[in-house]
């Protein structure tokens, strides 16, 4: 009787003695995030120092989007026997000179996807991949610094697709005004003399003009995720219908070494572009008659698009 009692008194300690080694370990977790915490937020301030301090500053963060599929007798589908596949690519590049009198930065951003689908029972089906989406603009802005918040600036904003009718339309927007940043991680572009320049073979549709541009771009770094946010707009003195504004917005979260995962969505309006577009489509023998589109009577539907794969920060 005494033996068993030793031994359920040596198994109650045993146990005991083991919970408080948890507790132990647990605290000297908590402790370790603590500390991991506080490192990664001397980190983050030290990183915008060193952003801050005069010189060039270089970088980019992108999304890689991939998946591929194939089908065999798959009889419950339209298409029993098939292959699909889809790759985007999205390029957000950076190069930023900041010197105490004043800056010049440079940004592109890069977005191309490619889709195929193959029916393998129609021999007449297009089974290579095309292009999808095709998005391509690159700035450049240069200001004076006035004060710690505002510039005397030109810029120079060049918009095109690189796949598909590249420069066909281009838009290149050319100006001066003030440059605001408030914050460091904000940059509001006012100017009152721009000129948009448009490139494009249809005369008629797409027509350059004087106007007013504006850019506000928002980029920031929080842990381990990484925002951008950039709104271009144009608005022409010569007709409302001249004007045009894209707004494209990316995240990315970094998980391992640099690999995460990323998003971006973009919009624009473009009333030259819907014309355009409405133009090529538009078939004066259709039956029943259709009207011929013009700027009074165009669809000018919301353009979007969005992107979800993995990211990587150079």
């Not at 068993?4 to 370990?25: D, G, P, R, V, W």
């Not at 977790?29 to 603590?34: L, R």
């Not at 690189?162 to 003030?178: A, K, V």
């Amino acid at each position: 009787m005494k033996r068993m009692l030793l031994i359920c008194a040596f198994f109650m300690s045993f146990i005991f003695l083991n919970a408080q080694t948890k507790e132990e370990l647990e605290a000297l977790k908590s402790q370790k995030e603590d500390s991991i915490s506080a490192l990664q937020s001397e980190f983050n301030a030290l990183k915008k120092q060193i952003e801050k301090y005069p010189g060039w500053h270089y970088g980019a963060f992108g999304t890689i989007g991939a998946n591929f599929s194939e089908f065999n007798n798959w009889y419950a589908q339209g298409s029993p026997n098939n292959s699909a596949g889809n790759i985007n690519i999205t390029v957000n590049p950076f190069a930023k000179l900041n010197h105490e009198k004043y800056f010049w930065y440079n940004t592109a951003n890069i977005n191309l996807s490619w889709v195929k689908f193959d029916d393998k029972d129609d021999p007449n089906d297009d089974d290579s991949y095309r292009q999808a989406t095709d998005v391509f603009t690159l700035t450049s802005l240069y200001g004076y610094k006035i004060s710690k918040t505002l510039a005397a600036s030109t810029l120079g904003e060049y918009r095109t697709t690189l796949l598909n009718n590249f420069n066909d339309p281009g838009y290149l927007d050319l100006g001066i005004g003030i440059t605001w940043t408030p914050i460091s991680d904000l940059v509001v572009v006012i100017h009152p003399l721009n000129y948009n320049i448009v490139f494009s073979s249809e005369s008629t549709v797409f027509d350059s003009s004087l106007g007013t541009k504006i850019v506000a771009n928002y980029a920031k770094s929080i842990g381990k995720l990484k925002l951008k946010s950039n709104l271009s707009m144009f608005q022409s003195y010569k007709s409302s219908d001249l004007s045009n504004w894209t707004w494209t917005n990316t995240f990315a979260y970094e998980v391992w070494k640099g690999i995460g995962l990323g998003f971006e969505f973009g919009l624009r309006d473009n009333k030259q572009e819907a014309l355009n577009f409405a133009l090529d489509n538009y078939d004066p023998s259709a039956i029943p008659a259709q009207t011929e589109p013009t700027f009074d009577n165009v669809d000018n539907d919301l353009q979007t698009y969005w992107t979800f794969g993995l990211s990587y920060a150079f």
